[in-house]
């Protein structure tokens, strides 16, 4: 009997081993094929990124490549603080799913409530904070940013926001159809502050920077923050021209792309979202949940919860092979771009920002597809 038990014991830490080996092999594996893609884009003094794939707490690859700022010659690292684009509008969705929460407002009320200068009163009326959350308001962007580039680069979300409560009429029905609207989250960051009494950048630093501990993440009015921070470049004429603050209109605004995280901040973001740290679970789960309004029109089923884009693969527009369904947000502002995504069925999470106006997570996709990290 004992024999049999030592038997079975050597067995099983054979096979635990060989688990173990071949889960230090795949990691392995992953980490030289995406240095390999890597390598390739970011050259050492260009502008570059940082890449952090998790599984659970394990990081499965995490590096960064290039500059951080071309002029001082800084480099990019995990601490360096960079613009997320769009995945912003989550932290300013949050903050009203909290307010929310706290029965300060109700995502069923009309912008009239907060606005009750809007044009016209019978399609304020008709226009609920659900539908700014979740791209459907129907409200047309009045901006004329090409028109008035020069206003546009230091206009603030006040003066975005602003066009839109004249508008006297509508693309669609609210909550009919999907239309992405940066200009609505502008108007949500504002009411985040007619609701709350303080700046909405406070509130949210308050309320999800400081208890999930992102000490070093910054939402700007305009501006940069002032230290480890890239700046954006796009390559013209085989040049890297700097475009952001300053160069890129609209950019100055905050509600639709003014926050500025490091992947260091962003692994804590999702840690603090998967451990309901800021906010009640079941506002977590709000937030993650699709929910079709029985109106719609839409040419696609809903695939914007109101916070996140959830869907099947890794793309909501494109389809692609993997059958995983993931929770993601992507960010593109200046020559910044970014990509948050969870992956829940298999504990998967992967964060990347880039300052040479690049998407990368085509060849990340690729390479956990191919080592069946997803199927």
């Known amino acids: 009997m004992q024999a049999h038990f030592k038997l079975i014991s050597a067995l099983l830490l054979s096979l635990?081993?060989?688990?173990?080996?071949?889960?230090?092999?795949?990691?392995?594996?992953?980490?030289?094929?995406?240095?390999?893609?890597?390598?390739?884009?970011?050259?050492?003094?260009?502008?570059?990124?940082?890449?952090?794939?998790?599984?659970?707490?394990?990081?499965?690859?995490?590096?960064?490549?290039?500059?951080?700022?071309?002029?001082?010659?800084?480099?990019?690292?995990?601490?360096?603080?960079s613009n997320l684009g769009s995945i912003s509008k989550t932290f300013v969705s949050y903050g009203i799913l909290m307010l929310q929460d706290q029965k300060k407002l109700s995502t069923d009320d009309s912008i009239l409530k907060f606005f009750p200068d809007f044009k016209n009163k019978n399609l304020g009326a008709k226009i609920k904070l659900k539908y700014l959350l979740s791209h459907s308001s129907g409200i047309p962007d009045l901006r004329k940013v090409d028109q008035d580039s020069i206003f546009y680069l230091t206009a603030k979300d006040e003066e975005n926001f602003k066009p839109l409560l004249s508008a006297d009429t509508l693309e669609f029905e609210p909550g009919t159809k999907f239309n992405y609207s940066n200009p609505a989250y502008n108007g949500l960051a504002l009411i985040i502050e007619k609701t709350s009494g303080m700046k909405w950048q406070r509130f949210i630093t308050q309320n999800i920077f400081t208890p999930s501990g992102m000490k070093n993440s910054r939402i700007t009015d305009g501006g940069f923050p002032d230290k480890n921070v890239a700046h954006g470049y796009v390559l013209r004429n085989k040049v890297y021209q700097e475009y952001d603050y300053g160069e890129s209109p609209t950019f100055a605004a905050a509600g639709n792309g003014g926050v500025w995280s490091s992947i260091d901040d962003l692994k804590k973001y999702i840690s603090a979202i998967n451990e309901c740290k800021f906010t009640k679970c079941s506002v977590i789960r709000q937030s993650e949940t699709l929910s079709q309004p029985s109106v719609w029109k839409g040419e696609k089923p809903v695939y914007h919860t109101g916070t996140w884009f959830v869907h099947q693969g890794f793309y909501a527009d494109i389809k692609t092979e993997e059958s995983v369904n993931t929770i993601e947000h992507a960010g593109d502002q200046g020559g910044f771009k970014s990509h948050l995504i969870m992956i829940p069925g298999k504990n998967i999470s992967i964060v990347w920002l880039t300052n040479n106006n690049t998407f990368i997570t085509g060849p990340i996709r690729r390479i956990l597809l191919q080592l069946k990290y997803i199927d």
């Open 16 to 81: 635990n081993l060989f688990y173990t080996g071949h889960a230090q092999n795949r990691k392995e594996l992953l980490k030289t094929k995406l240095d390999s893609v890597f390598s390739q884009l970011f050259k050492a003094d260009e502008p570059g990124g940082a890449i952090l794939i998790q599984h659970g707490n394990d990081v499965l690859y995490e590096n960064s490549f290039g500059l951080a700022d071309i002029k001082t010659g800084e480099k990019f690292t995990s601490k360096t603080v």
